[in-house]
């Protein structure tokens, strides 16, 4: 049997909702201090307990998530985290109040700021394709 292969045209599908996300960093210098990875570390962590659970859930390894926990708690005066003792066990991590306290302000900026623009977000998404 033969068939003819016709173009397919793009059947209309319903366009999905746009993400909107507002990306606050805060520079010390040459080191980003705070900044959205990070504060979605330090989520994770505060979620899974340690510091590896947590890179494997963001999908980073864990030397990158570290090294981005290392560079956040040189940029403060107290540590965002704490963690225990390493060995068979694993120590295990957990935020400061710091740390809370990091988590909890961004969300908030992040939270206001959205409401503060959600006029002009509206007429931006307003002009996406639908």
Known sequence: MVTS??????????????????RLRIR??????????????????????????????????????WLLIDELNRALDAPATRSGPGGPAGGGSALTPVGERIVALYRDIETRAHAACAGQIAELTALLKR
Not at 31 to 60: D, E, F, N, W, Y
């Open 5 to 22: 292969r016709m173009p397919t045209q793009k059947t209309a599908t319903p366009a999905a909702q746009p993400e909107v996300r507002f």
């Open 28 to 65: 010390q210098g040459d080191l980003l201090a705070i900044g959205p990875g990070k504060v979605a570390l330090l989520q994770a962590i505060a979620a899974h307990g340690s510091i590896t659970a947590a890179a494997r859930s963001l999908g980073m390894s864990y030397r990158r998530a």
